[in-house]
């Protein structure tokens, strides 16, 4: 690719990072327990290959969350060492309070992957970037915004995402 269309690699947090499905979401937020939800398995190791074998720096995480979950979700980021781990800085962390800003942070960080856990995400990108993935979503999502699935690689977990862009 010529140097101006290098790829960028948006990623999601919710369920692609953060495993919220395993969240015990009755003491999370009540004992300041946010940090102990689980991380998505292979996520770590899944986005510092992909940095290495082909983003490099050019990784950037998306999410839509609440100016109140803000905070926390940077601390479990934090807590979790995956600005160490993964050696992302916590300024390629962008939020969003609807899902459908998604596709401005998409444009405005000229985004050409993105993993997202909602194909209702997924569909609001679908004019703004070429490459889309949606990570063990759920099932009825699948349903509901079935219309997007052409434009949209399934993947059930993150060794099906390394083997869709990593070959």
């Not at 986005?47 to 940077?74: T, Y």
């Not at 807590?79 to 609807?98: A, H, K, M, W």
């Not at 960080?109 to 703004?128: A, K, P």
């Amino acid at each position: 690719l010529p140097n101006y269309m290098q790829e960028v690699l948006g990623v999601d947090i919710g369920n692609v990072i953060i495993n919220n499905r395993l969240a015990n979401w009755q003491n999370g937020f009540r004992e300041g327990g946010y940090s102990t939800i689980p991380i998505v398995e292979n996520a770590f190791e899944s986005l510092r290959r992909l940095s290495n074998e082909r983003f490099g720096d050019r990784i950037v995480v998306i999410s839509k969350c609440s100016l109140e979950s803000q905070p926390k979700v940077l601390l479990w980021l934090a807590d979790n060492d995956f600005f160490f781990f993964f050696g992302i800085s916590p300024d390629r962390i962008f939020f969003c309070l609807e899902r459908f800003e998604k596709e401005r942070l998409c444009k405005d960080h000229l985004v050409t992957h993105f993993i997202d856990d909602r194909l209702e995400v997924l569909g609001y990108l679908i004019n703004t970037v070429p490459h889309l993935y949606a990570l063990n979503p759920d099932k009825d999502e699948l349903e509901t915004f079935k219309e997007f699935l052409p434009r949209v690689t399934v993947a059930g977990d993150w060794n099906e995402i390394l083997q869709e862009l990593l070959g």
